[in-house]
């Protein structure tokens, strides 16, 4: 009886607004595929499953997040702990790949104004930050470098001969004893 009970409820039609199914169904971007998880299935879990399903593709880009969406709504996004959640009638679970997250990032700096920082202040908070940044391998870094080799062959050198010279050192000891 109990069986028959459980069966009624995972068989029942999509369309039933009372529906509780045991899954949730995420939509991924990269491949087109629809993966069902279980009903209180982590969002890092699941992510990483579908992940390793894209390595064995060739070319697809790895998922970021899950997020859930409806048209008209703002996403809904879930965190690595977060458990997967059906929210019912037009919302769709689907993962974000790094190129739809850098469209949407470059849609917000488009519809938003831009803003000026006047001045930001160090860690110290007593004089403000250089924004430029530096090349890394300048004349100077490689300079230090190649100050510290010559530094590191001398002082091997000193005590190469340091310890060449240490018995008759020793001996010159000894014998004014």
Not at 67 to 77: F, I, M, N
Not at 125 to 134: F, N, V, Y
Request: proline fraction near 6%.
């Amino acid at each position: 009886m109990a069986e028959e009970e459980v069966e009624t409820k995972v068989n029942l039609p999509r369309s039933d607004p009372q529906r509780h199914l045991p899954f949730v169904e995420v939509c991924c971007k990269s491949s087109g595929n629809t993966r069902r998880f279980a009903a209180g299935t982590e969002a890092g879990f699941a992510l990483g499953l579908i992940n390793r399903k894209l390595d064995s593709g060739i070319g697809s880009p790895p998922a970021l997040h899950i997020e859930a969406v409806k048209e008209g709504e703002e996403p809904v996004s879930f965190g690595p702990n977060s458990v997967l959640v059906d929210y019912g009638d037009g919302w769709k679970l689907q993962t974000v790949t790094e190129i739809q997250a850098l469209r949407k990032d470059e849609q917000v700096q488009s519809s938003t104004t831009t803003t000026h920082i006047s001045s930001v202040k160090g860690l110290d908070g007593s004089r403000p930050m250089k924004s430029e940044s530096q090349p890394v391998s300048s004349f100077l870094y490689i300079g230090k470098i190649l100050i510290a080799f010559i530094l590191m062959f001398v002082l091997g050198a000193i005590f190469t001969l340091a310890l060449e010279n240490l018995p008759g050192l020793i001996l010159l000891i000894n014998s004014s004893m």
